[in-house]
Structure formats: C-alpha cells, structure tokens
C-alpha cells in the first residue's frame, strides 16, 4: 500500500531502521505522548503503559533510583519541588481536615496553605519552629490529620526532631510529611526515621547545576503511594524525559558533591564565627549552633546552605554587602555548583512565630568554589558593610 502514498502522508509514516538498542551508560530517551499499543485489546489494558504522561524509560530510571535514595517503596515525580508539595499534601487530605505546619516552612507552601487549602476547608496551623516533639503534638487535635515539618527550616534554620514527630504522630494515627530538601534524602532519610512522605526539590542537589525544575514525593506506604500515584494522575502532572535524564545524571554525582558543599561551608561558617561584623551563624553541623545535637544524632554529613545574623545594620549597610560580593551571585534557589547570597528578612514578614534576631538574616549558598576563594570574597564585602 506503501507506494500510493501521497508524500505528506510518507512523511508522517518514515520507519525508523529496524530496532537496534545498544547500552549507554544512562538509560534511552524515549519521548512520546502516545503509546504505540500491538493490539486492540492492549489499547484498554490497565496493567500495561499506554499513555506517556509518566513511566517512559527515564521517568522510570529516576524513580527507582530515588526510591534507592529514599528507601522508599514508591516515589513519584513532579515538575517542581512545589507541586511535589502541593500535591502530597493534597493526596492525604480532605475538607474539615487539620494540619500543623511549622512556621518556618518554605514560603511558597505557606502560600498555598492559606490561599488554596483553607478555600477547601482544611484547617492550616503554624507553630514555632523549634517546638519540642511533644510541644508540637499536644497542638495536635481529633481533626488533625498531617503534620508538615521542614528541616532545617527555610531561611531561619531551625532544627526540627523529625524521628520523634514521626514516631508521637503515628501513635496518635497522624500522618507526617518532610520537606528534605537541604539535606537531599542522603545526609537525612526521613522514611528511615518513621516519617510517611519524603519530599524533596530536586532542582537544588540532585539536579546540582540550576538548570532543570522537579520534585519528588516518596513514601513505604502502599496507600499513600497509591494517593500519590493518584494525585499525579488526577491533577495531570508531568514531568518531560529529558528533564527526568537530567535529575538522575545529577543524581549520580549527589553523594559526591554533597560532600565538598558540607565541608565547603562548614570551612566558611567557621571563618564567619570569628568575624566581628557577624552576630551569630546558623548552621546545624557547626558545634554551638541551634539545633546542632539533633544533627549530630540523625544527619550523616553536612549540606552547603546555612545562614548568618549579622550586627545590627541599616538595609542599605545590608545592600551593600551583598552589592560588594563578586563570587557569590545574588539569586533565589540553591543548591547547584555557583555560591550564592540574599538578605532573608523581606520573605519573613509572614511568620506567626518569628523570634526576634540581632540583626538581618543573610543566606549563603555554598558551592564547589575553592573554601579560601569564597572567604576573601566575603572578608571584602564584610569589610564595604563596615
Ligand atoms: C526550592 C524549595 C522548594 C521548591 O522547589 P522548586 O523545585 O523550586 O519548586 C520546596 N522546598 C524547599 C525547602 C525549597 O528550598
């Protein structure tokens, strides 16, 4: 039938040669929305792929090398750590539903608590970051279904007892969800320590380089994988398979560059402990800072983000110093090779329970830059703060 073809319609029906796979080290790119079926009947076959909206080749390399990552039994993909949030939350919940968020939860899921949650009746409460396990459940009510921490927490830096919220929650028939991000699901297993979903933004360590936007929600729950499973199904999430290449070849160098971001930063935070312009240092792994026992006991290492409080200054004496940074860029997200600086204290404004601090809040990204190169850079620019 081939040769009464018009042209436009040969086009459209070019074979590729005859199928040849050799291996690669990463796995094949296979793109497509449709899904070529072998039969009619295969067509309305539930246990096999037949759309490509999830469970392409590298979507389903990613996830079950996450599911490694997490010790996880399910682990489902999101185009960003956002909607990775957004939707795990949603998956568990339903109106007339309470939650306890720890204030010091990444800004933007704080938004969506209060602007969408609370439009679908389900009661969002904030407590202090660093509350007590026990302080945090007896907040707990009968309608409270889901405790969301985030640790450390975004900006400020708290420590949360993540095992001991997980192991009172699941007494009391509460679910709990961490955000992991700083700690990338390698320095920190939640699931491990009793938490049922693992959250984490992939575009900062496992992604590495700034450039590709995901998440991932991971849990050993046969239900709650299929609520996630069902979520990403239902609000029709997708994530592109060359985006998904992209996480697991980050993945693959995580542990390694992980290691130089912590000790990176640990060599920085220690310098700006002994300067005179810097109030306090808020990183978990430095001995003396908050939260520190609670890393030493659960975290296997350090990440490369941490925060300073410097002496009391005017915004303009704070504008200046970040203005003076030359290595460091001036940017929102972390997490990738570059370092990066930003004054904290506009995103704070939100805060229920924000303790009072001596001076601006400033938050450093630490990259694989040379520890000495990243010191003189903020030794000048401390130095133009005055
Ligand atoms: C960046 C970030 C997110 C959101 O991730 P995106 O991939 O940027 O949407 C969520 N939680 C934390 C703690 C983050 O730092």
Same mark, same amino acid.
């Given at each position: 039938m081939t040769r009464h073809l018009d042209p436009a319609t040969r086009l459209i029906h070019s074979k590729p040669p005859g199928p040849r796979v050799v291996r690669t080290v990463g796995p094949p790119i296979l793109r497509g929305s449709t899904v070529l079926l072998d039969t009619a009947a295969e067509l309305y076959d539930d246990g096999i792929l037949t759309y490509g909206r999830s469970g392409l080749t590298t979507h389903d390399a990613l996830t079950s090398a996450l599911a490694e990552l997490e010790g996880a039994s399910s682990v489902s993909l999101f185009p960003s750590g956002l909607a990775a949030m957004t939707a795990a939350v949603t998956a568990v919940l339903k109106a007339g539903d309470e939650i306890l968020?720890?204030?010091?939860i990444y800004?933007?899921?704080r938004r969506f608590c209060d602007n969408v949650l609370s439009r679908f009746g389900v009661d969002v409460r904030y407590h202090p970051a660093d509350l007590t396990a026990p302080e945090i459940l007896a907040r707990a009510g009968p309608d409270t279904r889901l405790i969301v921490m985030e640790s450390?927490?975004?900006?400020t830096m708290e420590m949360q007892d993540v095992p001991g919220v997980a192991n009172l929650a699941r007494?009391?028939?509460?679910?709990? !969800?961490a955000d992991n991000t700083w700690a990338a699901s390698s320095l920190f297993k939640p699931l491990a320590h009793g938490v049922d979903i693992s959250v984490q933004s992939l575009t900062k360590y496992v992604c590495g380089h700034s450039d590709v936007f995901m998440g991932s929600a991971a849990t050993r729950d046969a239900a709650i994988g299929k609520a996630l499973q069902d979520a990403?199904?239902?609000f029709g999430w997708s994530?592109?398979?060359d985006d998904a290449y992209q996480m697991l070849r980050g993945l693959r160098t995580l542990s390694a560059r992980l290691d130089r971001h912590g000790a990176s930063s640990l060599e920085v935070a220690t310098w700006l402990a002994g300067h005179s312009a810097v109030a306090e240092v808020r990183h978990p792994a430095l001995a003396g800072a908050p939260g520190h026992e609670i890393w030493v006991r659960d975290y296997r290492g350090a990440a490369g983000l941490f925060a300073i409080v410097l002496r009391p200054a005017s915004p303009k004496a704070v504008a200046?110093? !970040?203005d003076a940074l030359e290595l460091f860029g001036l940017g929102f997200s972390w997490g990738g090779?570059?370092?990066?600086?930003?004054?904290?204290?506009p995103q704070l404004t939100s805060r229920d329970h924000d303790t009072p601090r001596a001076g601006p809040i400033i938050r450093l990204n630490i990259g694989l830059e040379a520890p000495k190169d990243l010191i003189a850079d903020l030794d000048q620019a401390l130095a133009v703060f005055g």
């Open positions: 968020v720890t204030d010091a800004k933007p899921t450390p927490g975004s900006l007494e009391r028939g509460i679910l709990t !969800l990403v199904r239902d994530v592109s398979p200046a110093f !970040l090779f570059e370092s990066l600086a930003l004054n904290g204290d």
